[in-house]
């Protein structure tokens, strides 16, 4: 007999079509959540992660994505959204924000996935956010994300009433290796998801994001670096 009084529970999942934010996403649905995934068309010089958050959707089986305009690159500030500011190859500098940080994005996003999940009754919130290998980056922070809780329980109805959507963060604290092997035993289509910084149609394999997610991958497979 089927239970019509039931709903199942719902999550928003922030995509970007990169490996972390895919993990988190099929994290979600091992965890029992009907999934519903949020996109950004910022203004990224590589918005071919788009393409890829798409495809992984797809390969998810996951219905509902929304992609949402919002223009950050009108004021640039980012190697990532002002094409005057060289990507970096050199690696991340330990204590310094690298310029690949993007004011303000994450703060947009979030604000954003909790419209979102207010609207369509999800009670959680799926984020890609790591503080370790992008060390520096003030968004990416446990700190940061336990701040934003606090917000989201003051700002809503739903806050109002005590049931604010949860912020679950599960890689904040993974290394790239260790985010790799969750990927891989969760079944995410790897292949499908970008992390190039770079705007072209294939990687770069020189960029810091490039880099990182190469070695990660070349260390879940116990192949030493060169």
Not at 142 to 161: C, H, R, T, W
Not at 196 to 208: I, L, N, R, S
């Amino acid at each position: 007999m089927v239970d019509i009084g039931t709903s199942p529970k719902k999550a928003v999942i922030l995509l970007s079509g990169g490996l972390d934010s895919s993990t988190v996403a099929a994290q979600a649905i091992a965890d029992g959540y009907e999934v519903i995934v949020l996109s950004f068309r910022y203004g990224q010089r590589h918005e071919r992660e788009l393409l890829a958050a798409r495809q992984v959707a797809a390969a998810l089986n996951i219905r509902e994505h929304f992609v949402v305009d919002v223009n950050l690159a009108q004021w640039g500030g980012s190697a990532l959204t002002d094409e005057n500011i060289a990507v970096p190859t050199e690696g991340v500098q330990l204590g310094e924000i690298p310029i690949t940080y993007v004011p303000g994005r994450n703060t947009v996003f979030i604000a954003i996935a909790l419209s979102l999940a207010e609207s369509k009754g999800a009670e959680a919130i799926y984020l890609g956010i790591n503080a370790v290998d992008y060390s520096g980056y003030p968004d990416c922070r446990p700190d940061y994300l336990e701040a934003f809780q606090n917000l989201a329980a003051l700002s809503s109805k739903v806050g109002i009433e005590g049931n604010a959507p949860k912020l679950i963060a599960p890689l904040v604290m993974d290394s790239k290796t260790d985010i790799v092997r969750r990927a891989r035993l969760l079944g995410v289509p790897i292949e499908l998801t970008w992390s190039c910084y770079q705007g072209g149609e294939v990687p770069c394999g020189v960029c810091d994001s490039c880099r990182i997610r190469d070695k990660a991958i070349r260390e879940a497979d116990g192949i030493s670096a060169a």
